[in-house]
């Protein structure tokens, strides 16, 4: 009897160790499941909301005539989007800007790759303070460059040329854009490209054949970076091209605006001119963006 009593009152035997973590891990399942729906789905409502109105604001004074004050865009009219493209020029503007973002792109990211490779693939004595300058570069605005630029370019003749602000921008880049592809390429096992020097290949063509494709997704996120801020920066176009043929929509932006009136029509219809590539190139690059992060981010 004394047996079956203590038998009875015997404490439950403790569960294994690999099944207390399963248990937590169904309890947290069951109370997410358990939040109610509208608290997931208010706040991302009122932040869509928050981001959308805008863009509506924005399409609302482009599509609308002017003296208008109706809240829907009807009847509908380009007129401002003609005036802008004709009158103001901003067809120039934007070959201008289609030609700086995508050379400060090309540049960009064939520089970096190549130093990203060398401070992923090879030691030297000054790495680590190399490493360190790239970063602390980052704290540096762009404004305090104007200067020392300026004086550069202007012992080379080359203020008020697309080159300038083509080069600007490039060392504008260079600092992060080294430092994250540098990270791409560490994430890329260093015994494939031994097996490529095995079966014959140089470091070039080991690197051509084997790396870069791994590379593709970061690539195209570190080059996404260079096109966006070169398409959207208004300080060096703004202060090495004097020529209007030579100006960026950007800087075209602000021609529309005055100190005694603002055309809203037409900078309404000049911003949606600005950001319909941009938003497209996102659109087609989404699925690399996003792989390219994710690559960056975990460490394999």
Known sequence: MITKDAET?????????????????RGKRRA???VPRWQIYLPLGVYLLFTLVPFYWILLFA???????????????????????????????????????????????LVALAGGYALARFDFRAKRGFMLALLCSQFVPGALLLVPLFQIFAELRMINSLASVI???T????????ILISGFIRNVPYSLEEAAWVDGCNRFD?????????????????????????WNHFLFALMFLS?????????????????????????????????VPVVVVFAFIQKWLITGFSAGAVKG
């Open 167 to 169: 080069i600007a921008e």
């Open 9 to 25: 009152i015997a404490p439950p035997a403790p569960l294994p160790p690999a099944e207390e973590p399963r248990r937590r891990e």
């Open 63 to 109: 599509l609308r005539p002017a003296g208008s004050t109706s809240l829907v865009p009807w009847p509908m009219t380009f007129e401002h989007f003609d005036k802008v493209w004709t009158e103001r020029s901003f067809g120039t503007y934007f070959q201008n800007s289609v030609l700086i973002a995508v050379a400060t792109l090309v540049m960009t990211t």
């Open 32 to 34: 997410w499941d358990e």
């Open 206 to 230: 080991a690197f051509r054949i084997v790396v870069l494709p791994l590379l593709r997704p970061g690539l195209i996120a570190v080059g996404s970076f260079a096109f966006v801020h070169a």
């Open 171 to 178: 060392v504008f880049q260079l600092p992060l854009s080294m």
């Open 243 to 275: 020529d209007q043929s030579k100006q960026t929509i950007p800087v075209g932006l602000n021609t529309l605006m005055s100190s005694d009136s603002v055309d809203l029509g037409a900078l309404a219809a000049g911003g949606i001119v600005a950001a």
